[in-house]
């Protein structure tokens, strides 16, 4: 069946750092890609998306691109803030097989000042 | 404004008793779809409804029951037969028919504890 792997976390930086977190899914169909964002005691919000390959989603300061070849979809910002502190998912949605929508497990990031 | 509610934000149930989460949406969505939660953990998939009077289990069904009697509403039902049902749970929607980029919408969760 259709998933998502996301690198473990937490992942902590500091203040002005570049981001990185590693998304890469396994699907049936053609998915459309999403990251979402959680932030304590909260759901989920969205964050950026991406339907075709080669996209690039991008929202707040934070992009992802859809990379079909190696079934990837990264997120990366270049300075992170003390308020983007806060679980970050991926996720896809593969419309033709079910239209189920599946998530990976999360990476927590926190951000020192 | 359109959105998704669940309520109550916090429920306590005791052992052995049966206690329903509503999750009402006026977005006009097909899909909805209940998640659980666990402390740092992912989001686990309970059930998914594709369309009024049919649902799908999810990955972790066991213990739980859903209606979708109407198209706006899609309330989870925790049964005594949930073993350790203490979890954060996530309602969501999405049009199901809405094109490759429609993105699932969220309530703002129900945090269920046993006493």
């Known amino acids: 069946g259709d998933s998502v792997t996301q690198m473990e976390g937490p992942v902590t930086l500091s203040e002005e750092a570049f981001l990185t977190i590693n998304c890469t899914y396994t699907?049936?169909?053609?998915?459309?890609l999403f990251w979402y964002v959680q932030y304590p005691g909260e759901g989920l919000q969205l964050l950026l998306k991406?339907?075709?390959?080669?996209d690039k989603g991008s929202n707040k300061g934070f992009e992802a691109t859809y990379r079909k070849e190696t079934t990837s979809f990264h997120l990366e910002k270049g300075s992170v803030q003390v308020s983007d502190s806060a679980v970050y998912f991926c996720?896809?949605?593969?419309?033709?097989?079910?239209?189920?929508?599946?998530f990976g497990a999360g990476t927590i990031l926190r951000v020192k000042s | 404004d359109g959105g998704i509610t669940q309520s109550p934000k916090y429920l306590f149930r005791k052992e052995g008793q049966n206690v329903t989460l509503s999750c009402e949406q006026n977005?006009?969505?097909?899909?909805m779809y209940w998640y659980r939660q666990d402390p740092g953990q992912g989001l686990r998939l309970i059930y998914y409804?594709?369309?009024?009077?049919?649902?799908q289990k999810g990955d972790i069904a066991e213990g739980y029951s859903v209606s979708r009697e109407k198209k706006e509403s899609f309330p989870l039902t925790v049964t005594s037969a949930q073993k350790n049902p203490t979890a954060f749970y996530l309602c969501?929607?999405?049009?199901?028919?809405?094109?490759?980029?429609?993105?699932?919408?969220f309530g703002q969760g129900t945090r269920l504890t046993v006493v």
């Open positions: 969501a929607s999405t049009r199901r028919g809405g094109g490759a980029g429609t993105e699932a919408f």
């Open positions: 699907a049936t169909g053609y998915p459309s």
């Open positions: 991406a339907t075709k390959a080669d």
């Open positions: 996720a896809l949605i593969d419309r033709e097989y079910g239209n189920k929508l599946v």
């Open positions: 977005l006009n969505h097909d899909a």
């Open positions: 409804s594709q369309i009024v009077n049919d649902f």
